[in-house]
């Protein structure tokens, strides 16, 4: 009994480990795409959004469309690492439903795309100072 006991909570925690979402800073989150070929960015935020401005890359597809989930299959594969972000940064929901289809690593930008355009912002004036 111990022995399928053991089994048991081995391949829960072993599951729980194979599926994690990190929410990770504008300046990590930039350089692991940068640094992955093959990333795979999702823009969750809505339609008017992405067009303004977005992470080039990134696929806009909003967790409120009737096909979201069909719509993500048909264009991230699940086999590679997903990088998500919204316009603050609160994915929870969106990202366990992800990893319930499959989806095993999510990289979420803590802050969204508010915290990303800060992080922009900052970079552009510290290189604008680093000139003078």
């Given at each position: 009994?111990?022995h ?35 990333a ?10 992405y ?37 603050i ?24 795309s ?7 912002e900052?970079?552009?004036?510290k ?6």
């Open positions: 009994m111990r399928i006991l053991f089994a048991v909570l081995l391949i829960f925690s072993a599951q729980r480990l194979e599926s994690q979402v990190y929410h990770i800073k504008p300046a990590d989150f930039l350089q692991m795409v940068s640094d992955n070929q093959r795979q960015i999702l823009d969750l935020r809505d339609v008017q959004e067009q303004l401005r977005h992470i080039p890359g990134a696929v806009n597809i909003q967790p409120t469309d009737l096909f979201f989930l069909e719509d993500v299959r048909n264009q991230l594969s699940a086999s590679d690492t997903l990088y998500i972000y919204c316009r940064g609160k994915v929870e929901d969106v990202a366990a439903l992800l990893l319930k289809n499959g989806y095993r690593v999510i990289y979420n930008l803590k802050g969204g508010v915290a990303w355009d800060e992080y922009l900052k970079e552009k004036r290189k604008k100072k680093d000139r003078h």
